[in-house]
């Protein structure tokens, strides 16, 4: 139950793409999922969040869609360039602990 | 503004050994969570201080233990070294329990 089940594991696209990165959880007490962005030799840098009673959050070319029914979120970004290339990660926060738990995640590499 | 600042930003040591890492937080924020990151997974999460006090912790063993300071400033230590202990240590802050958090970039720990 406290796990952040992240696909895919890696993902290729051409410069000018969608990228899409998908999560699903299953403990209901989650009340936060942050996205971040890892580059090597780099710690994960908060690139978007979003609250379970708003199913859109969009920030430049970056949208997190968010389905509390089924318990799925995703990362979408739009116009994917080659400096996007990284890996990402999903979370989700326990509202009462306010314990963060991660996703495996997702290597994403943009072809110029 | 300074970021979330570690050291050292990397470390060998060997098994059985002890290892002291420090954190110094974001300014202005008072809460510190560290996370141990193998490579090729997620941040697992460790443990959150927050008024100088262990707030939560996850599944790790005693050997590890922390501190947070009065000038919110936090160490992570480690007893006993095991092999499986080598991975990036990250250290996130936050503004409160309920806010985001934002990483520094690890300290990269090698055991021998």
């Known amino acids: 139950q406290q796990q952040v089940k992240q696909s895919p594991q890696s993902l290729i696209v051409q410069k000018g793409g969608i990228s899409i990165i998908n999560c699903a959880y299953e403990?209901?007490?989650?009340?936060?999922f942050p996205w971040y962005q890892q580059f090597p030799g780099k710690g994960p840098a908060l690139l978007i969040a979003?609250?379970?009673?708003?199913s859109e959050k969009k920030e430049g070319r970056f949208t997190i869609s968010f389905n509390k029914s089924a318990k799925q979120f995703s990362l979408h970004i739009m116009d994917s360039q080659p400096g996007d290339s990284a890996t990402y990660f999903c979370?989700?926060?326990?509202?009462?602990?306010?314990?963060?738990?991660f996703g495996t995640g997702t290597r994403l590499k943009v072809l110029a | 503004d300074a970021g979330v600042t570690q050291s050292p930003t990397h470390l060998i040591k060997t098994r059985g050994q002890q290892v002291t890492l420090r954190c110094s937080p974001k300014?202005?924020?008072?809460?510190v969570s560290w996370y141990q990151q193998a490579l090729g997974q997620g941040p697992q999460f460790i443990f959150q201080?927050?008024?100088?006090?262990?707030?939560q912790r996850g599944n790790f063993p005693d050997r590890f233990s922390g501190h947070q300071f009065p000038n919110y400033s936090s160490e992570l230590n480690v007893n006993a070294l095991l092999l499986g202990d080598s991975a990036l240590y990250l250290c996130?802050?936050?503004?409160?329990?309920?806010?985001?958090?934002?990483f520094g970039d690890g300290t990269r720990l090698s055991i021998l």
């Open positions: 996130a802050s936050s503004l409160g329990r309920n806010q985001p958090q934002h």
């Open positions: 403990n209901t007490a989650f009340d936060y």
């Open positions: 979003i609250r379970p009673d708003v």
């Open positions: 979370a989700a926060r326990n509202s009462g602990t306010y314990k963060y738990i």
């Open positions: 300014s202005g924020h008072d809460t």
């Open positions: 201080y927050y008024e100088e006090e262990e707030r």
